[in-house]
């Protein structure tokens, strides 16, 4: 009762805060403020900040915050509080954003370490930000992303990083086999506010918008107790981050495109594809100077290349040579991939066989969803193989007198004499995990028994 409660509160108050301009609206003669927005002359509206103030979408943005969780800002509301702070404050706040009073709260930074090294920066906005912000994205997307380019996939709304692969793979079969890899330094944090903001002025005419995004990438960040002001850059950990970051390179999406480039790009993350180590060199210098000069951004030389597609990696994959090309897993995914397990099935950890499972299972479910999309199952079954010799190992080290390892043997079908002489080897537990009998006694079935999950598809 008190969910359900809560929710007709909520949708009071967002219905009692919109319906301000419904008797302005009626007194002109136009239509309503819902068909207004949903129609195609939504990008040369003015009133942009009704649309976001409507109900359906403020439930929209509520739910979608509520369901991406996150940490809480500076301010330390937790997404658990939001829609009891919205009931006693939504007024105020609508109010605020129809005006365009409403001031943002410095976001609060937060670095984590990147998989290929380093730290990536992160500002996250308060949950109530994270709430407008998303409001906002809801109704910038209808304008934007119907414009964007067919070979953009990153932070799209029925696209993924599977179909940005797919697209590569196809690039590589029409024989465009060298790959111009651009990466793009600290992105993020070097997007120039002005550029930005003049695109989106192209399209919003709505100055109250135009004040609030601007007051967002404005709003500072605090960090070790100070908030230093924000001059460029689109802080990752807001909604509203990956949109602007798109605007942004939507530009050189429309260069590539001009210049009848195949390229794919997710986010930050461009391949263009071309069909000879010389086309790949010009390319390559030819954006450079573009990406330099015009979007004043910073092309990271260490990190860009031109090379054979599979002597590369995009969005964790790469390709195997030949005529066919077939996506396979990158190397370094792959040792990203046994750091983590390591890490789960360390034998000094000394935790009970079922929570290593579980664990274990937690992470494989995941990975296995986004890399079992590979076209080499072979590479599955040897980390399959991999894994439960590590936990092999891991039984193994709980068995830790020569009669507990000698009773277990036998339990698993081990015979006695068998099980005496394995007991009193003095090999260590990596080494013993692949001998003959320890797979006997612990073979495929047993941790079917387990229910540890399986990389590869099971015939």
Known sequence: MGDKRQKIQLELAFTSGSRGEAPRTARKGTESPVARYESESLAESERLMEAVCEAKNLKRALAKVKSNGGSPG??????????AWLIANWKATHEALLSGRYAPQPVKRVEIEKPDGGTRRLGIPTVKDRFVQQAVLQVLQRIWDPTFSESSYGFRA????????????????????????????????????????????????????????????????????LVSPTTEGTPQGGPLSPLLSNIVLDELDEELERRNHKFVRYADDCNIYVRSERAGHRVMQSLRRLITSKLRLRVNEGKSAVARPHERKFLGFSFTSGKQPRRRIAPQAVTRFKEKIRTLTARIRGKQLSDIISELNAYLSGWRGYFGFCETPSVLRELDAWIRRRVRAYIWSTWQTVGKRRAALVRQGVSRKDAAGLAATRLGPWRISKTRHLHLAMPKAFFDSLDLIRLAPTA
Request: hydrophobic share 40%.
């Open 74 to 83: 500076i301010d330390g509301m937790r997404v658990e509080e939001l829609p």
């Open 158 to 225: 029925e696209r993924s990083a599977h179909q940005a692969v797919i697209a590569a793979q196809g690039h590589l079969h029409e024989g465009y086999r060298w790959v111009v890899d651009i990466d793009l330094e600290k992105f993020f944090d070097r997007v120039h506010h002005d550029r930005l903001m003049a695109r989106v002025a192209r399209r919003v005419r709505d100055k109250r918008m135009l004040k609030l995004i601007r007051k967002f990438l404005n709003s500072g960040v605090l960090e070790g107790g």
